[in-house]
Structures are given as C-alpha cells and as structure tokens.
C-alpha cells in the first residue's frame, strides 16, 4: 500500500512569514502598526482599520483553550494513526484566537480553560505546525 500524503499548509506571500517563523520554533501573530489592533489568521489589511501596515510581533507562546472537540475518526486516512486528536480553538494572552491541535497528553484531560502553551511539529521539510501541550 503506498504511504498516503499528510495535507499540509499550502503557504502563500501574505502567510509566507508565519510559517517561516513557525520553522524557527517562534509564533508570530500580525499587529496594524497604525491602531495596534492585533489579529490572526494573517491577512493584507488591518480588520479594525483597514490599514495595509500590518507588522509581525511574535508570541509568549502562552493561553487557555477556548473550546475543543475530540477527533476518534480520522479527517483523512493519513491521520489514522493519529486518532484520538483534539483540535482546539486557543485564546493567545495576545488577545487572538487560533485553532492548532493539543497533543502530549490524553485527550480526556483537555478542558474549556485549561492553560497551554506552543509546541512544533516538523511535518515536512517546509512545514512545521504550531501545536500546543497542556502547561504542568
């Protein structure tokens, strides 16, 4: 059986830089540089002020899960291995919110508020994915 393909993030010039730092083990998110609000999923423009000064700050790494769901099937045959996973959305202590996976630990100990911080999977030479682990 030939080995199916994890799909991964296909980065673009506006996202270019997220990934390149996730590469290096750091999470950046965007912040306008003329009304300083912050914002993720990287985009052109500022959502508050429309403003195309858009810079990148990086992240303590640090926040508490918002909500999450528990995957017992896999999305893809590629992740049957990978089953049970939580995917999760995470309020950042930058005041953004994000959805990456919760992995080292049990999937029943996950909880709306519990505290994580980031973690990286290298999935490919290119790609590695901001993930989370419970903090101790």
């Not at 990148?56 to 049970?84: F, H, M, Q």
Request: net charge negative; charged share 20%; glycine share 6%.
């Amino acid at each position: 059986m030939d080995h199916i393909q994890r799909p991964l993030p296909q980065p673009t010039l506006i996202t270019q830089p997220y990934w390149d730092a996730a590469r290096a083990h750091r999470l950046v998110i965007q912040e306008c540089a003329h009304c300083k609000t912050r914002q993720f999923y990287p985009r052109e423009f500022c959502t508050a002020c429309l403003s195309g000064d858009i810079e990148w700050i990086e992240c303590g790494g640090k926040g508490a899960v918002y909500t999450y769901t528990i995957n017992r099937r896999a999305s893809n045959a590629a992740l049957s291995d990978k089953v049970p996973y939580v995917v999760a959305s995470i309020d950042l202590d930058e005041g953004v919110r994000m959805m990456a996976n919760i992995v080292g630990c049990p999937p029943e100990a996950v909880r709306i508020g519990s505290r994580v911080r980031v973690c990286f999977e290298q999935v490919s030479d290119e790609i590695t994915l901001p993930q989370f682990t419970l903090e101790a």
